[in-house]
Nanobody, 128 residues
Framework: QVRLAESGGGSVQIGGSLRLSCTASGYTYSSACMGWFRQFPGKNQREGIGIICLDADRTFYTDSVKGRFTISGDNAKSTVYLQMNNLQPEDTGIYYC????????????????????WGRGTQVTVSG
């Protein structure tokens, strides 16, 4: 059974930083891709933030987070990270990690339908 567990969320002031972690179990994540999404308050849809495919160490980011967010992975720990810097109030939301069974998810990397597994999410709140 595949399980994804996010951690590291919390409250931070404008301009602050947080690092989210997503640990996978029952999943060979080094052969596929993992993504990060977020859901804004009052919204049902999840916005794709970025993806990491560890077979070739490829990462992609949506424009709104480029230069501020970094995704990385640790094979030994089966964990991917989302380092978030210069956080703004519009970054407030629930952050989810996701995993796919194949690297083809990279072609629909910001589409929730490209992923097979999801964590429960972790709350990030940015305030002034």
């Amino acid at each position: 059974q595949v399980r994804l567990a996010e951690s590291g969320g919390g409250s931070v002031q404008i301009g602050g930083s947080l690092r989210l972690s997503c640990t996978a179990s029952g999943y060979t994540y080094s052969s596929a891709c993992m993504g990060w999404f977020r859901q804004f308050p009052g919204k049902n849809q999840r916005e794709g933030i970025g993806i990491i495919c560890l077979d070739a160490d490829r990462t992609f980011y949506t424009d709104s987070v480029k230069g501020r967010f970094t995704i990385s992975g640790d094979n030994a720990k089966s964990t991917v990270y989302l380092q978030m810097n210069n956080l703004q109030p519009e970054d407030t939301g629930i952050y989810y990690c996701s995993a796919s069974r194949s690297t083809s998810s990279i072609y629909g990397r910001y589409d929730t339908r490209s992923y097979d597994y999801w964590g429960r999410g972790t709350q990030v709140t940015v305030s002034g």
